[in-house]
């Protein structure tokens, strides 16, 4: 649909949720993929489930908060890949607690992950699109990196973050012809990190995804399909004037 056959992408975070359902869209426009993910069970499983005749799908197991692991695994699938024309910045957590709470391992492994891990990634991938004068970025923040949220302080901020370097990133190398773009999903139900996230809410007494889908004005939560086509469609030569942009994706949920 999106003519992405034979482009080479990397998806961090892949094994679950939203990172495998990016994973799989981008095999089912041709790409060959490869994941990079701490959970090598699942990543395996997930490359199993998603290959396709004439699609490569490559591992690499790694912390993104790790920069020896990232370096080290970004090298892997390189060599087993070739050059990168697709990055995709998925790999992230959540940890909740109000900012007078919250533990302060909490709050850094937020940023290790969420900001860090972004930051390492992208400096293993990006020179080589400069150098190429070719290439498309994706980074995964949130609709919570638009609004501060209540219990959510160290999420928001780190979703903040992923769309101002978003911002930033795609001035620094649109000049070389990369284009960087986030994504900020709303309500997105399916995942680990949701089914996590409802059980830390029910015990807090906070508001189900169920209930709060009701407000929405599609009167649905998202799926991590709805965010891969997103991905799909600023990965192609469709949005090749589309940079520097956070794509809300949350059924109405948030407009701004």
């Not at 190429?132 to 999420?155: D, E, F, L, P």
């Given at each position: 649909m999106y003519a992405l056959e034979g482009r080479r992408a990397i998806v961090t975070g892949a094994a679950h949720g939203i990172g495998r359902a990016i994973a799989a869209r981008l095999v089912s426009e041709g790409c060959q993929v490869g994941i990079f993910d701490q959970d090598a069970a699942a990543a395996q499983e997930t490359a199993t489930a998603i290959a396709r005749q004439g699609c490569t799908v490559r591992l690499a197991i790694g912390n993104v908060a790790s920069k020896a692991e990232v370096e080290s695994g970004?090298?892997?699938?390189?060599?087993?890949?070739?050059?990168?024309?697709?990055?995709?910045?998925?790999?992230g957590i959540l940890r909740s607690g109000k900012l007078l709470d919250i533990s302060e391992r909490d709050w850094s492994e937020t940023f290790r992950v969420n900001v860090d891990g972004l930051f390492h990634v992208t400096r293993s991938v990006v020179p080589g699109m400069v150098e190429r004068r070719s290439g498309v970025v994706v980074n995964i923040?949130?609709?919570?990196?638009?609004?501060?949220?209540?219990?959510?302080?160290?999420?928001?901020?780190?979703?903040?973050a992923i769309v101002a370097l978003t911002q930033t990133l795609a001035t620094e190398v649109g000049e070389y012809g990369v284009r960087v773009n986030a994504i900020a999903p709303g309500l997105i139900v399916g995942t680990r990190m949701r089914e996590e996230a409802e059980i830390d809410r029910r015990a807090k007494g906070l508001e189900s995804a169920e209930s709060r889908a009701r407000s929405i004005?599609?009167?649905?939560?998202?799926?991590?399909?709805?965010?891969?086509?997103?991905?799909?469609?600023?990965?192609?030569?469709?949005?090749?004037?589309?940079?520097?942009?956070?794509?809300?994706?949350?059924?109405?949920?948030?407009?701004?």
């Amino acid at each position: 649909m999106y003519a992405l056959e034979g482009r080479r992408a990397i998806v961090t975070g892949a094994a679950h949720g939203i990172g495998r359902a990016i994973a799989a869209r981008l095999v089912s426009e041709g790409c060959q993929v490869g994941i990079f993910d701490q959970d090598a069970a699942a990543a395996q499983e997930t490359a199993t489930a998603i290959a396709r005749q004439g699609c490569t799908v490559r591992l690499a197991i790694g912390n993104v908060a790790s920069k020896a692991e990232v370096e080290s695994g970004i090298a892997s699938l390189t060599s087993e890949l070739g050059s990168v024309d697709i990055l995709v910045n998925n790999a992230g957590i959540l940890r909740s607690g109000k900012l007078l709470d919250i533990s302060e391992r909490d709050w850094s492994e937020t940023f290790r992950v969420n900001v860090d891990g972004l930051f390492h990634v992208t400096r293993s991938v990006v020179p080589g699109m400069v150098e190429r004068r070719s290439g498309v970025v994706v980074n995964i923040a949130s609709w919570m990196g638009k609004a501060g949220v209540a219990q959510h302080g160290a999420y928001c901020a780190s979703k903040f973050a992923i769309v101002a370097l978003t911002q930033t990133l795609a001035t620094e190398v649109g000049e070389y012809g990369v284009r960087v773009n986030a994504i900020a999903p709303g309500l997105i139900v399916g995942t680990r990190m949701r089914e996590e996230a409802e059980i830390d809410r029910r015990a807090k007494g906070l508001e189900s995804a169920e209930s709060r889908a009701r407000s929405i004005p599609l009167r649905r939560a998202g799926a991590p399909e709805d965010v891969a086509n997103t991905v799909a469609f600023l990965c192609s030569d469709q949005a090749t004037y589309i940079t520097g942009e956070t794509v809300g994706i949350t059924g109405g949920l948030w407009n701004d």
